[in-house]
Nanobody, 124 residues
Framework: QVQLVESGGGLVQTGGSLRLSCVASGLTFSSYPMGWFRQAPGKEREFVAAITWDGSNTYYTDSVKGRFTISRDNAKNTVYLQMDSLKPEDTAVYYC?????????????????WGQGTQVTVSS
């Protein structure tokens, strides 16, 4: 069965960095566009970043452009989210997701598989 397992979350001060990883199994990872989403308490899940199956194109929500970088290593079945210059408003549970249909999307319901999430907390 398909599994996505995130890691790398934690507590960091404002301005700090974290790198999230998501290891996939049970699917042909190199064929799947991947996305990162986040959900803060009391808020809806929101799009953060996405990457095409081959890593040739990336997309970001405006609030993280220039601070976050999504990348992937298809040989390791892993997608990453490098987060720099973190702000308290980045505090959320971060989820990775895989999409069966070719092409990236910013819409959460268009993704087919989800990880369990990893908590990121940025202190002020």
């Amino acid at each position: 069965q398909v599994q996505l397992v995130e890691s790398g979350g934690g507590l960091v001060q404002t301005g700090g960095s974290l790198r999230l990883s998501c290891v996939a199994s049970g699917l042909t990872f190199s064929s799947y566009p991947m996305g990162w989403f986040r959900q803060a308490p009391g808020k809806e899940r929101e799009f953060v970043a996405a990457i095409t199956w081959d890593g040739s194109n990336t997309y970001y929500t405006d609030s993280v452009k220039g601070r976050f970088t999504i990348s992937r290593d298809n040989a390791k079945n892993t997608v990453y989210l490098q987060m720099d210059s973190l702000k308290p408003e980045d505090t959320a549970v971060y989820y990775c997701a895989a999409r069966r249909i070719n092409g990236v999307s910013i819409v959460a319901r268009s993704y087919d598989y989800w990880g369990q999430g990893t908590q990121v907390t940025v202190s002020s």
